[in-house]
């Protein structure tokens, strides 16, 4: 953060504390939460603005995964969402899920997808299971 014009004040190393302390992923609000415990004069402006620095020096990344808010997580563990519009389990499968398809839209339409910016939603296993019995 240094690097990049960016002061590393000790709210912004509680927001990285609790960044790697959540293992997985979460909210803006999740992090102000906790860093507020210890800094509570700290915005929610503030969180997003670090989170933005964050984002754009590579240590973490954001995920939409679904209608509610962006979830974040840091970087190292490149991974896809797939979520379940029934349950809304999170199920996260191999970066290189999507590189067919990826590269079928690269060659046929010259666009290049960024494939960890979103989530995949669908059914789960267990809810398709349901289903399929409850129509049954």
């Known amino acids: 953060m240094k690097e990049n014009g960016g002061r590393m004040t000790p709210a912004r190393q509680a927001l990285v504390r609790s960044l790697v302390a959540s293992r ?5 609000d999740e992090l102000a939460h906790e860093v ?10 503030t969180i997003y603005r670090t989170l ?8 973490i990344d954001h995920v939409h995964l ?9 970087v ?3 991974h896809r969402h797939l979520v379940c519009e029934i349950c809304g389990t999170v199920i996260e499968v191999p970066e290189d899920t999507l590189d ?3 590269g079928e839209l690269q060659s046929k339409w010259g666009f290049t997808l960024k494939g960890n910016h979103f989530a995949l939603i669908g059914m789960c296993a267990k809810c398709s299971e349901n289903q ?5």
């Not at 997985?24 to 803006?28: E, F, M, Q």
């Not at 507020?36 to 402006?45: I, M, N, Q």
């Not at 679904?66 to 997580?73: P, S």
């Open 36 to 45: 507020a415990k210890d800094f509570p004069e700290v915005h929610l402006s």
């Open 66 to 74: 679904g209608h509610g808010r962006a979830v974040y997580h840091l």
């Open 52 to 59: 933005d620095l964050l984002e754009e020096v590579g240590v």
């Open 132 to 136: 399929e019995n409850s129509q049954n």
């Open 100 to 102: 067919s398809f990826a």
């Open 76 to 78: 190292g563990d490149t």
């Open 24 to 28: 997985g992923h979460v909210t803006a």
